[in-house]
């Protein structure tokens, strides 16, 4: 009995950490290139419809997966285009871009669908509670290639470089928006595919299906200190507390102090109460090429 | 001359930016077959065609002009409050707490206690930003988007366990002595509409920033720390407390941004009542380039579109607003560059 309970525990806490897991990753990518991504919010919202939508009318899920991924990358553009080339503010495209991915998806779900909160059951991955599920596996490799290209690869010290300082970077010939580009482009790929997950999970989409997996997401990142490896500790530990919450009602912890979790300890780490945490030295600064 | 000048450019560039977005928008409209100069007639007609329309838009209006307020200040002194939100969301809970737990007290007791509890609760919860930037350097726009999380749980936990009332995601009601009057009550204009005295404290906090911010010597100080801050400790200015002043003011004042809801419209605090005014106010600070008076401006024209969605959701489904509101946003960052907008070019 006690084996079933905590298996049933240890699979939820996965379940619990992949959204938040791939779009950490993502944005690990992006800061490490010196572009701030709040957008991942909307873009795992987007994902998560895109899969949707492309799941219900092919009745196949790796076409679906592939709306996903493919959605994210536009909405990494769009946000890329506005904080790159336009050298806007970050934060605010990522605002702006939220705000547009909860107007875009509640507005196709009522096209759609007829009903802007939610979607049509779609078929989704049974293998979702078995132990290795391929899915699992899969953000597994991912993480161990998001550490291995960020800092074993020609292409993360480039990546790195534009981050920490373009100038230099620049003057050794290396193209800093196209990394940065490179950079916000990855993000949006796996919160697409986190917005997968999501939809997969549920067997639907619902408007606003991302609650803010985006942010902790975000703070996961920083609480890792801007390191894949560290982001996916972070990620397990909220997967784990959150799952323990809903396994162990009685506990008589209210949920709200476990959502507000990752948020406290990122405000912890961010005033360096437990070692540094130092961002990319030029993190959310535009780069401006000097002629 | 000059100044005039630039707020002729900036004002044109805004009605510029708009009208792209809102061909932008039209292709949404065009996709499922419907005719995008049909669906923004309607728009306009039914929200500014009529006086109920106009309470609304007023209505909508009321909270963006306070959360517009809380960015632009917080901008002036060189810090970037995405925290309005979670400041909104204490400040109202604050002011709902205040106005049903002192039920006794006469109308002119509890409605300044009412407000100063709101002021009190978002100044508290955005000065927490405040203190951290100042004493640890760390950087208020993380800071203030956790404390967003933060106060939505802390609030959520409130309402859901300590004064729930059984089956809703709302507080108890206020004592009617809290009620802010609607203006239809009161005057029997803008019929039907929930449009309230709330407004006026809204254009107050408009005349106040204004004030502040050109007129004494804390907003000239404030000021300066956001022009130039080694200038300011150059000055002597006291760097950390000015930091900490500013959030709070900037707090304060988007926590007034649930008296609309709270204290002149439901009477009570509930869950999701902001929807997102807490980041709207940020794009009306930007596109109304920090200035009070161009604030209450385009929080109404961010008011016309909240109130029109559902005026078109008829034709097509209201969210189109919600899309054009992001693309609006978007469009203005992203011609800032073209026409030199100095507040809304990325700052760090």
Known sequence: ?291 | MNILKKNIANGLGTVIAIIISLIIGSLFIAVIGKNPYIVYLKLFIDTLGNTYGIGQVLFKATPLILTGLSVAIAFKAGLFNIGAEGQMNIGAFATAWAGFTFESLPWYFLIPLSITAGFIGGAFWASIAGVLKARFGSHEVINTIMLNFIALALVSYFVNNVYFVPATIHTPEISQNAYLQRFDALTGLFKGSPFNISFIAALLACLAMYYLIWKTPLGYEINTMGLNKNAAKYAKMDIKKLTVLSMAIAGGIAGLGGLNFVNGYKHYFELGFSENAGYIGIAVALIARNNPFGIIIVSMFFGILEYGGLAINTIVPKEIVTILQGIIILTVITLSRIFDWETLKSTK
């Open chain 1, 1 to 291: 009995m006690d084996d079933i309970l905590n298996i049933a525990f240890f699979l939820q806490a996965l379940r619990i950490t992949i959204p938040y897991l791939l779009p950490s990753l993502g944005a690990t990518f992006s800061e490490k290139g010196g572009v701030i991504n709040i957008a991942l919010e909307g873009i795992l919202l987007v994902g998560a419809f895109s899969t949707t939508v492309g799941t219900f009318y092919t009745h196949n899920i790796f076409i679906g997966i592939l709306c996903g991924v493919i959605s994210g990358v536009l909405i990494g553009l769009i946000h890329s285009y506005v904080a790159i080339t336009f050298k806007a503010n970050q934060i605010v495209s990522g605002i702006a871009i939220n705000i547009l991915a909860l107007g875009i998806t509640k507005f196709f779900c009522k096209i759609i669908f007829n009903s802007s909160s939610n979607s049509e059951r779609i078929i989704g991955l049974e293998t979702l509670n078995l132990p290795f599920n391929p899915f699992i596996i899969l953000c597994v490799i991912i993480l161990a290639l998001s550490y291995i290209s960020i800092y074993k690869t020609k292409f993360g010290l480039r990546l790195r470089a534009a981050g920490e300082n373009p100038e230099a970077a620049d003057s050794l010939g290396i193209n800093v928006n196209k990394m940065r580009y490179i950079g916000v482009l990855i993000s949006g790929a796996l919160s697409g595919l986190g917005g997968s997950w999501l939809a997969f999970n549920q067997h639907s989409f619902t408007d606003g299906m991302s609650a803010g997996r985006g942010y902790i997401a975000l703070a996961a990142m920083i609480i890792g200190k801007w390191n894949p490896l560290g982001a996916a500790v972070a990620c397990l530990l909220f997967g784990f507390a959150e799952s323990f919450t809903l396994q162990f009602q009685e506990s008589g912890i209210p949920t709200q102090f476990i959502q507000m979790l990752p948020y406290v300890l990122t405000i912890i780490v961010l005033a360096g109460f437990i070692g540094k945490a130092t961002p990319p030295a030029a993190d959310g600064i535009p780069y401006e090429k000097k002629d």
